[in-house]
């Protein structure tokens, strides 16, 4: 899977190498591969926030190459410290759609970091032969995330509902 940059974070792939560190432990520190060689990147205790309760799901969605495909660890470039993880959910369906999810770390809210990831994300998904739409789902009380996808020119097309958050707002962004 390819690394997606944005000017300020790094996306790496979702690996399993990642998902047991994070597992076994809160804080640590983790050499992971990229183009310009290794980087020991910093993965503090409140990474990755919600979707670590999917992480023992995602062990079993590890491909070959041991990454969770199309799942991103956002990294910053200044100081290599993972702020979140993003990505698709599953496969796309038969009408070419992809829904993703995003979080990041609080330390990271309100810069803009979010809205950076997840554009490189949907750029990324977009250049795929069979993602058509992207879509999101949002917490009805969840404003940061409703301007994320604003910004990226997302539009609102209906409701949801997830027994955690209860109403969602469902967004799509056609290629």
Known sequence: ????????LRLLPL?????????EGEDFTLTCDTPDGP??????????????????FYLTQTDRA?????????????????IGQLGGKGRPNAA????????????AWGQGLATEAVGALVAHLHARPDVQTVTAQTALHNRA???????????RTGRGWDKEDGELTVWAQRG
């Open 1 to 8: 899977m390819p690394l997606l940059f944005t000017p300020r």
């Open 15 to 23: 690996t399993r190498a990642l998902i047991i560190a994070r597992l």
């Open 39 to 56: 980087l020991d990147i910093f993965f503090p205790a409140a990474w990755p926030g919600d979707p670590l309760g999917a992480f023992p």
């Open 66 to 82: 041991g990454e969770v495909p199309e799942n991103f660890v956002a990294v910053t470039r200044v100081g290599s410290r993972a």
């Open 96 to 107: 070419g759609e992809l829904e993703i999810g995003y979080g990041l770390n609080p330390e």
């Open 145 to 155: 995330s409703e301007r994320v996808l604003e910004k990226l020119d997302f539009v």
